[in-house]
């Protein structure tokens, strides 16, 4: 069974918000921008409003982080999020984009994560060193390593490489992912670095593993085992918008907790 494909509470209907298409490169490119939400949200002609800004309310980013995915929610219950984008331009967080459709594990939210429990843990993570998918390259800015058979995430508590991708002819153990089987949800992936480097030194075993930000397995959306996910065209345009030059980070909370962050 594919641990992050758990099919509760499929989403049915949700539209899909307008994306950018930037007017100007993204800070620090040094190749011509991809197309999305490189530049700040424009506001409607003749709104007196400002769009909310999540990423305004965020304190604890460090200073060289230019980038940040906001993954917020209403409850820590609801499997239904949103992921938004913001750039920081003359040191004030702009909005890159829409507020995508998102789907949390099917227990919500947790500030105590565990391995086997399927909520999704809360807090400000790194994008991982190396991004993943079954399918080519669409574009990352970041090392992308294409899945062959014998790629796992070790998922063994037990293991001394547990919480970490391993290429191996033989199952690490426990609930370890074989990556290149798990059509169409890991079609392409990036990691969230939850208890991971640079978030811990080393993974403690069993405080959970394999928390990826990864593609619906069903085209409406649907809960995962801990993973965030979205929608395939909206999750590589979010992929390839992000630059490791920028020092991305990927804030995951109820709404009504950002401010701790």
């Given at each position: 069974?594919?641990?992050?494909?758990?099919?509760?509470?499929?989403?049915?209907?949700?539209?899909?918000?307008?994306?950018?298409?930037?007017?100007?490169?993204?800070?620090?490119?040094?190749?011509?921008?991809?197309?999305?939400?490189?530049?700040?949200?424009?506001?409607?002609?003749?709104?007196?409003?400002?769009?909310?800004?999540?990423?305004a309310?965020?304190?604890?980013l460090p200073?060289?982080?230019?980038?940040?995915?906001?993954?917020?929610?209403?409850?820590?219950?609801?499997?239904?999020?949103?992921?938004?984008?913001?750039?920081?331009?003359?040191?004030?967080?702009?909005?890159?984009s829409?507020?995508?459709?998102?789907?949390?594990?099917?227990?919500?939210?947790s500030?105590?994560?565990?391995?086997?429990?399927?909520?999704?843990?809360?807090g400000?993570?790194?994008?991982?060193?190396?991004?993943?998918?079954?399918?080519?390259?669409?574009?990352?800015?970041?090392?992308?390593?294409?899945?062959?058979?014998?790629?796992?995430?070790?998922?063994?508590?037990?293991?001394?490489?547990?919480?970490?991708?391993?290429?191996?002819?033989?199952?690490?153990?426990?609930?370890?992912?074989?990556?290149?089987?798990?059509?169409?949800?890991?079609?392409?992936?990036?990691?969230?670095?939850?208890?991971?480097?640079?978030?811990?030194?080393?993974?403690?075993?069993?405080?959970?593993?394999?928390?990826?930000?990864?593609?619906?397995?069903?085209?409406?959306?649907?809960?995962?085992?801990?993973?965030?996910?979205?929608?395939?065209?909206?999750?590589?345009?979010?992929?390839?918008?992000?630059?490791?030059?920028?020092?991305?980070?990927?804030?995951?909370?109820?709404?009504?907790?950002?401010?701790?962050?």
């Open positions: 069974m594919n641990r992050r494909a758990l099919l509760f509470g499929a989403a049915a209907g949700l539209a899909a918000p307008a994306l950018l298409a930037p007017t100007a490169p993204a800070l620090g490119a040094t190749r011509p921008a991809p197309p999305w939400g490189t530049t700040p949200r424009p506001r409607r002609p003749g709104s007196s409003t400002p769009r909310r800004n999540l990423a309310r965020l304190t604890t200073t060289q982080t230019r980038q940040v995915l906001v993954v917020g929610a209403a409850s820590y219950t609801t499997t239904y999020a949103t992921l938004e984008a913001y750039v920081r331009i003359r040191g004030r967080w702009q909005p890159a829409s507020a995508l459709p998102a789907r949390l594990g099917s227990k919500g939210f500030d105590n994560h565990v391995e086997g429990v399927p909520t999704t843990p809360t400000v993570y790194s994008i991982g060193p190396t991004m993943y998918g079954i399918a080519a390259n669409p574009g990352v800015r970041y090392p992308y390593h294409r899945l062959v058979s014998g790629d796992w995430w070790n998922e063994n508590p037990s293991s001394s490489r547990y919480n970490t991708f391993q290429q191996s002819a033989t199952n690490p153990g426990g609930a370890s992912e074989a990556l290149w089987q798990e059509t169409p949800s890991y079609t392409h992936f990036a990691v969230i670095t939850y208890n991971m480097p640079p978030n811990v030194a080393t993974p403690i075993p069993n405080a959970g593993s394999g928390i990826f930000l990864h593609q619906f397995r069903v085209s409406g959306g649907n809960a995962t085992a801990g993973c965030v996910s979205l929608a395939h065209d909206h999750l590589v345009r979010v992929l390839n918008w992000l630059d490791p030059a920028l020092s991305p980070r990927i804030v995951l909370s109820p709404y009504a907790q950002l401010d701790r962050y």
